[in-house]
Nanobody, 124 residues
Framework: QVHLVESGGGSVQAGGSLRLSCAAS????????MGWFRQAPGKEREGVAA????????YYADSVKGRFTISLDNAKNTLYLQMNSLKPEDTAMYYC?????????????????WGQGTQVTVSS
């Protein structure tokens, strides 16, 4: 069983920055992907960024490329999302996920592990 706990959300003005963290525990294979998804009220959950644990390849949604950076500290079993130049449209609940290749494809998929989420609110 994998347990994920997100932190670091908050309220910022447009143009500001936040860093999200996801502390992971339990068995996580190096063949897995870890990623960040977000869900705004009334919208579907969408993939934001992901990283392949075994090789370190990263994947980003077009809407966040150049502004967000995903990273993984293997020693601390912690996933990060550095978010810069935040926009009001980035406002959402952000979720950490770990699982198969669909996470790296930024697809919600099936049989993946999820955290409880951390709220990010960006005001204009």
């Amino acid at each position: 069983q994998v347990h994920l706990v997100e932190s670091g959300g908050g309220s910022v003005q447009a143009g500001g920055s936040l860093r999200l963290s996801c502390a992971a525990s339990g068995y996580i294979s190096i063949t897995y992907c870890m990623g960040w998804f977000r869900q705004a009220p009334g919208k579907e959950r969408e993939g934001v960024a992901a990283i392949y644990i075994g090789g370190g390849s990263t994947y980003y949604a077009d809407s966040v490329k150049g502004r967000f950076t995903i990273s993984l500290d293997n020693a601390k079993n912690t996933l990060y999302l550095q978010m810069n130049s935040l926009k009001p449209e980035d406002t959402a609940m952000y979720y950490c996920a770990v699982g198969g290749s669909d996470i790296c494809l930024l697809v919600k998929g099936e049989n993946n592990y999820w955290g409880q989420g951390t709220q990010v609110t960006v005001s204009s």
